[in-house]
Structures are given as structure tokens and as C-alpha cells.
């Protein structure tokens, strides 16, 4: 024979009035300070930022939103091709986009509508035209080169000078809008010169 057991009704969990409400609002509290902390930490690291203009044509169209890593030059340096994002010399206030052309140390030298690196040519793929314009540049310690990809339409290192490595908010990492164009981007990084 089996054992039966009657079934013992549960008698109902009696809360202190307010429990609910307390739980509720303490879960509230949770979500936010979390978001906020989070919110943070997404910014610490990264930035978005509109593209304003056409001076990065045809790598970045105006009107795309990219991302932007913040650590990348706390953690490395920079090399000869990325694109990044910094504040004007001229306009504090601004934010540019352009890549990196010349690295402490290098003298860049545009001539006949090439670039030239420590007297070496080089190759880039990712402009619109090549420039019409000339001019010879010491990179000093502390600073970098910059040029836009649509050279001839492109206010940059070739018009106002250098830019202070201080005044680099990071290295662009993807096109995230419009989702259409959505993609990492190909910074193009010189590690070699054509001769």
C-alpha cells in the first residue's frame, strides 16, 4: 500500500503593506544607476560623431555618424593611414575628421601632385584627386600631419599646420549610420613607401 498525504492548502504569504512599492522603487533606483554607469563607461571609451562636409570623400560621406575609440592612442600610437577624429588647432570648439599622413620625426613633402614621406613617395589608394598644391612640413615631436582624403576640398595640416597629439580625441572604428553604409573602416595603414 502507498502512503497518501492530503493536500495541505497553502496559506498566502502575508507582506507588510508597502513592500511592493519599496521593491519597485529600489528596482527603479537600480536601473538608472546602472544606465548611468553605463552611459559613462560608453563615453569614457568612445565617442560618436556626425561627419560635416566633404573633405574625407569617397572614404566618408557627409551626413555619416562614425564611432570612435577613445583608448586607441592611450593604449598605442598612432600610424601613417588612420583616419581620427580631434579638435582643431584653428576652432577648439571643432571637431575634425581626417587620416594621419606624417608621425613625429617624418618631413612631408607634396609636390607634382604626390605625397612624399622622409623623401619617399607614397601610394594612396583612398583619394578623390591628388593635390594641386605643394609644400614642404617637419613633423615635430608632439604632433602629426593630417590630410583629407578629398584633397583638394579639405582644410587640414597643408592650411593651418599640425596638429598637437594632446588635441586627438581617438581613431575612427566603423560608419554605424546611415545603416546602409554601415561597415568597419579600412584606415589604409602606410607601413611602407613605394620608391
Known amino acids: 500500500m502507498s502512503e497518501f498525504s492530503p493536500d495541505i492548502e497553502a496559506?498566502?504569504?502575508?507582506?507588510?503593506?508597502?513592500?511592493?512599492?519599496?521593491?519597485?522603487?529600489?528596482?527603479?533606483?537600480?536601473?538608472?544607476?546602472l544606465s548611468v554607469i553605463l552611459f559613462l563607461v560608453i563615453n569614457a571609451v568612445s565617442a560618436r560623431v556626425r561627419v560635416d562636409g566633404f573633405s574625407m570623400r569617397p572614404t566618408l560621406e557627409d551626413g555619416e555618424f562614425i564611432l570612435v575609440n577613445r583608448l586607441a592612442y592611450k593604449l598605442g600610437v598612432p600610424k601613417r593611414g588612420e583616419i581620427?577624429?580631434?579638435?582643431?588647432?584653428?576652432?577648439?570648439?571643432?571637431?575634425?575628421?581626417?587620416r594621419i599622413i606624417g608621425l613625429p620625426g617624418d618631413e612631408v613633402v607634396i609636390r607634382e601632385g604626390r605625397v612624399y614621406i622622409n623623401g619617399d613617395v607614397l601610394e594612396e589608394p583612398y583619394i578623390a584627386a591628388s593635390p594641386i598644391y605643394s609644400g614642404t612640413w617637419q613633423v615635430v615631436d608632439g604632433y602629426l600631419f593630417v590630410l583629407g582624403d578629398n584633397r583638394n576640398d579639405s582644410s587640414d595640416s597643408h592650411s593651418w599646420g599640425?596638429?598637437?597629439?594632446?588635441?586627438?580625441?581617438?581613431?575612427?572604428?566603423?560608419?554605424?549610420?546611415?545603416?546602409?553604409?554601415?561597415?568597419?573602416?579600412?584606415?589604409?595603414i602606410i607601413t611602407a613607401v613605394v620608391p
Do not use: C, M
Open 11 to 33: 496559506q498566502p504569504e502575508i507582506k507588510p503593506k508597502g513592500t511592493d512599492v519599496k521593491r519597485f522603487i529600489l528596482d527603479l533606483l537600480e536601473t538608472l544607476i
Open 84 to 98: 581620427i577624429v580631434f579638435r582643431s588647432p584653428v576652432t577648439p570648439d571643432e571637431d575634425l575628421i581626417k
Open 162 to 188: 599640425l596638429v598637437p597629439l594632446p588635441n586627438v580625441v581617438g581613431r575612427s572604428i566603423l560608419i554605424y549610420w546611415p545603416f546602409a553604409e554601415w561597415g568597419i573602416l579600412n584606415h589604409n
